[in-house]
């Protein structure tokens, strides 16, 4: 109990300390910080390590796989009506069924027949879940995201013959790269398509992510602390 009590206070303090820096960089950035949206990634996390965040005040979350978030979020929706959980994991087409009832916004569309699966499930049901496009701006071979060169494309076929609501674009970029060259790829590339919505930066880019133009940040370990993953 004692133990669990200073892991909420530490996430607690987590989410306050980021907030006062994304205000920080957004001022620094000339932006209002009511523009970006901190999507606090809770992969790995219990209910029980969420809930104090949420009851911080925190209402957007990412998970990034879809039977974990089956396991936690349902019961934690029951009680808190107004929060927004994001799919910012690699999506299976055998598992879009379950990722549209989950999620609000789906951030990890990267290729048709995903594209196709989504929408075809959105229609079935009447709902139309917001979809970020991601990019592998490092054109990277073990990473998912269609490569810039065929953005344009891929974008057009989501937005006109699918008629997915593409919110905008998300990267990740290469771990052992500066991040900056790659936010700008993703925005000049949002901005020719006319899209407005960012998802870039994550616990150790995310002020460089607002000085680009994030609209999105998705932050785990800066409010949740250091993840252990089941082996
Ligand atoms: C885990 C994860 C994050 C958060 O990473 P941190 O470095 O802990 O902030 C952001 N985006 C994606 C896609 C992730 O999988």
């Given at each position: 109990?004692?133990?669990?009590?200073?892991?909420?206070?530490?996430?607690?303090?987590?989410?306050?300390?980021?907030?006062?820096?994304?205000?920080?960089?957004?001022?620094?950035?000339?932006?209002?910080?009511?523009?970006?949206?901190?999507?606090?990634?809770?992969?790995?996390?219990?209910?029980?390590?969420?809930?104090?965040?949420?009851?911080?005040?925190?209402?957007?979350?990412?998970?990034?796989?879809?039977?974990?978030?089956?396991?936690?979020?349902?019961?934690?929706?029951?009680?808190?009506?107004?929060?927004?959980?994001?799919?910012?994991?690699?999506?299976?087409?055998?598992?879009?069924?379950?990722?549209?009832?989950?999620?609000?916004?789906?951030?990890?569309?990267?290729?048709?027949?995903?594209?196709?699966?989504?929408?075809?499930?959105?229609?079935?049901?009447?709902?139309?879940?917001?979809?970020?496009?991601?990019?592998?701006?490092?054109?990277?071979?073990?990473?998912?995201?269609?490569?810039?060169?065929?953005?344009?494309?891929?974008?057009?076929?989501?937005?006109?013959?699918?008629?997915?609501?593409?919110?905008?674009?998300?990267?990740?970029?290469?771990?052992?790269?500066?991040?900056?060259?790659?936010?700008?790829?993703?925005?000049?590339?949002?901005?020719?398509?006319?899209?407005?919505?960012?998802?870039?930066?994550?616990?150790?880019?995310?002020?460089?992510?607002?000085?680009?133009?994030?609209?999105?940040?998705?932050?785990?370990?800066?409010?949740?602390?250091?993840?252990?993953?089941?082996a």
């Amino acid at each position: 109990m004692i133990i669990q009590d200073s892991a909420a206070t530490a996430s607690v303090r987590g989410v306050l300390d980021v907030r006062r820096r994304v205000a920080e960089a957004a001022q620094r950035a000339g932006r209002q910080a009511d523009e970006i949206t901190l999507v606090a990634v809770s992969k790995t996390f219990s209910a029980a390590d969420i809930q104090p965040v949420i009851a911080a005040g925190q209402r957007a979350f990412g998970e990034n796989r879809v039977q974990e978030a089956r396991s936690k979020w349902p019961a934690l929706r029951q009680q808190f009506s107004d929060l927004e959980l994001h799919l910012i994991g690699p999506l299976q087409t055998n598992k879009v069924a379950e990722a549209v009832a989950l999620f609000d916004v789906i951030q990890t569309v990267d290729r048709p027949k995903l594209a196709k699966a989504l929408a075809t499930e959105m229609l079935k049901h009447g709902c139309r879940r917001r979809v970020f496009i991601q990019v592998n701006t490092g054109r990277e071979a073990q990473k998912a995201g269609v490569v810039p060169d065929e953005a344009a494309s891929f974008i057009a076929y989501c937005r006109d013959e699918l008629r997915l609501a593409v919110a905008g674009l998300m990267c990740i970029p290469p771990v052992d790269e500066a991040p900056e060259g790659h936010f700008a790829l993703l925005r000049e590339l949002a901005s020719s398509q006319h899209l407005a919505s960012l998802s870039m930066g994550m616990s150790g880019d995310f002020e460089a992510a607002i000085a680009a133009g994030a609209s999105h940040i998705r932050v785990g370990s800066a409010i949740f602390g250091h993840r252990d993953y089941p082996a």
